[in-house]
């Protein structure tokens, strides 16, 4: 991946940020607006995938139905005009450190648009590259939309890496950027309800970065966790946390303020702690939770962004290698596993428990989720069958809720469209509590497009053989390859028609460790697999911009660590 990187941009790897003024010199060129993907190239009808489960069964292209295409998964740019970008930018950036030493980062796209020999300049060669792409990549490529997943610093502005951040991504040919907007409960924006990353001097970067991709003809959607609100919210709110019946919390350990305090909320499993460490999971039943997310929806959508990604639209996980009780709780589909027993969710899912099947107990129920009180209570296991799908439903519905609210949020702004997208596991829809992430994505009322299965798998074919395995992935992961994935979320025959999700290496992994294939395997072998089950899949998203680029990625984290390089003053 990294030589045809390093191929791709040329010299433009080698130099510093730079912005890209939107002057009305010279058409601006937009990539073509993405069709329906994901749906079939001549029948109307998508057939069910066949069966998944041995992995014997998964699908295997032949090497032969593998062949480069152009624009997969990236365009390919001169590498002279790569360059020509890339000095223009580098004249622009000092033009601006001379000229407007103490720039306002909200101001800088004006600022572009000056009439300066060092701003026309830069606009033109951005007008080049977009003009030399539409005809050579754009109008040939089987893909017509192609995303990246891209995390902002809150110096991006001030440093002025977002330039070189937008203009790889331009040379690359992506037309859609996902930036992370809401995370770790706070904002890249001002915001009416959470803090942001970024200090008043930083700016707004959601919005700078959205005007940047669009004068270079780049969607820009707003990346958003839509139920992880950060250490800050669970701590001020604690009865908005999710919690299963062992205590256990979807949060990370010791850092809301208040110790260990919130992993002790049953004396009687010691030991209980965090189920997916660094985030921060809130209930989504929670009235108060719908309203704050859907107050962040509407803010970005305020930005003038083009879309909004929901990641995170799901129940986490549960931990079941924590005491030898949850372990067989795990096997045993324990109710108290179950992300129902947050303070005041819990008496609202009991409330729906009593409308669904008003003739049982309270005593049944409880003997259902408490084994204690089976000892004083007959125990049917039919009705607790009955009882653990309604709770499946329960919180399965309260997911598509969010989904639903959102797309009215953004109905809202009748003057223009925006898209909705949510990115889900390929098995996140199965019914099962203990592994509930309950994403019922065949069913999300989502924009043409706007189905985003994360396609993770570390092998690219399922093997046949040990030997045939692609990658170092052992256990689970190795029975388990992107090609599965994509089957699986045709098995589940979506409404909405999707964009996959491939992802990268992140800079961490291990020599010895379990390895993605490159993209430019992986995206060539989907395209040919997507064609011979009749698909004309014609979108890919690729995660993530700091894991094809961590050099670049950590030189804008650290500029943000150590301070910026000192501005010249001016006169």
């Not at 998508?46 to 489960?53: D, E, G, H």
């Not at 660094?278 to 939770?289: C, K, L, M, N, R």
Request: glycine share 6%.
């Amino acid at each position: 991946m990294r030589q045809i990187l390093t191929g791709l941009l040329g010299t433009v790897l080698m130099l510093n940020s730079g912005l890209v003024p939107a002057t009305a010199q010279g058409s601006q060129i937009t990539p073509p607006r993405p069709q329906p993907v994901g749906q079939p190239a001549s029948q109307p009808a998508i057939q069910t995938a066949p069966s998944l489960t041995p992995p014997t069964s998964s699908p295997n292209p032949p090497s032969s139905a593998i062949v480069a295409q152009p624009g997969v998964p990236f365009c390919q740019l001169e590498p002279s005009q790569s360059a020509a970008l890339a000095q223009a930018r580098t004249q622009a950036i000092a033009w601006l450190r001379a000229d407007h030493a103490n720039f306002k980062v909200d101001e800088l796209p004006k600022l572009l648009q000056q009439r300066n020999d060092a701003a026309r300049a830069y606009t033109d060669a951005l007008n080049q590259v977009q003009a030399q792409l539409k005809a050579n990549c754009f109008e040939r490529s089987p893909l017509q939309k192609r995303g990246m997943w891209l995390r902002a610093y809150a110096c991006d502005g001030q440093s002025l890496a977002a330039l070189e951040v937008i203009d790889r991504l331009l040379v690359l040919g992506i037309t859609d950027v996902y930036l992370e907007s809401f995370y770790t409960g706070r904002t890249l924006y001002p915001s009416g309800s959470f803090a942001s990353h970024c200090s008043q001097d930083q700016g707004n970067l959601l919005r700078l970065y959205t005007q940047l991709a669009h004068a270079r003809g780049i969607r820009l959607h707003a990346w958003i966790r839509a139920t992880d609100f950060g250490p800050d919210y669970s701590s001020r709110y604690p009865e908005r946390r999710l919690r299963n019946g062992f205590g256990q919390i979807a949060n990370l350990r010791n850092s809301l303020g208040d110790g260990n305090a919130s992993f002790q909320a049953s004396a009687l499993y010691p030991g209980t702690r965090s189920t997916e460490d660094f985030h921060w999971f809130v209930d989504p039943t929670h009235p108060a939770v719908q309203k704050d997310l859907q107050q962040v929806v509407r803010e970005v959508a305020e930005q003038g962004v083009d879309g909004v990604m929901l990641d995170y639209i799901r129940y986490p996980v549960v931990s079941c290698t924590q005491s030898p009780e949850i372990q067989q709780g795990c096997l045993n589909r324990d109710p108290r596993l179950f992300w129902l027993f947050s303070e005041q969710g819990f008496a609202r899912f009991l409330s729906y428990l009593r409308r669904q099947r008003p003739d049982v107990s309270p005593a049944q129920i409880d003997a259902w989720l408490n084994p204690r009180a089976r000892r004083n209570q007959p125990f049917d296991p039919a009705l607790a069958q009955e009882l653990e799908a309604l709770a499946v439903t329960y919180m399965r519905d309260s997911v598509t809720e969010l989904v639903r609210q959102s797309a009215g949020t953004l109905r809202s702004f009748r003057r223009r469209s925006i898209q909705l997208s949510a990115a889900v596991w390929p098995d996140g829809n199965r019914d099962n509590p203990v592994d509930p992430r309950l994403q019922a994505y065949q069913t999300f009322p989502l924009s043409s497009g706007g189905l985003s299965p994360m396609l993770y798998a570390y092998n690219l074919t399922c093997p046949t053989t040990p030997a045939a395995t692609s990658t170092t992935a052992t256990g689970s992961e190795a029975s388990k390859c992107v090609l599965a994935e994509f089957d699986r979320v045709l098995s589940a025959r979506p409404k909405a028609d999707f964009c996959a999700n491939l992802a990268a290496d992140p800079p961490y992994a291990r020599a010895n460790g379990p390895r993605h294939a490159p993209l430019e395997q992986q995206a060539p072998a989907l395209l040919s697999y997507a064609r011979s089950r009749d698909l004309n899949l014609t979108c890919v998203n690729y995660f993530a911009y700091g894991w094809l680029f961590p050099q670049h990625d950590q030189q804008r984290k650290a500029a943000c660590e150590t301070g910026l390089p000192a501005r010249p003053k001016q006169n």
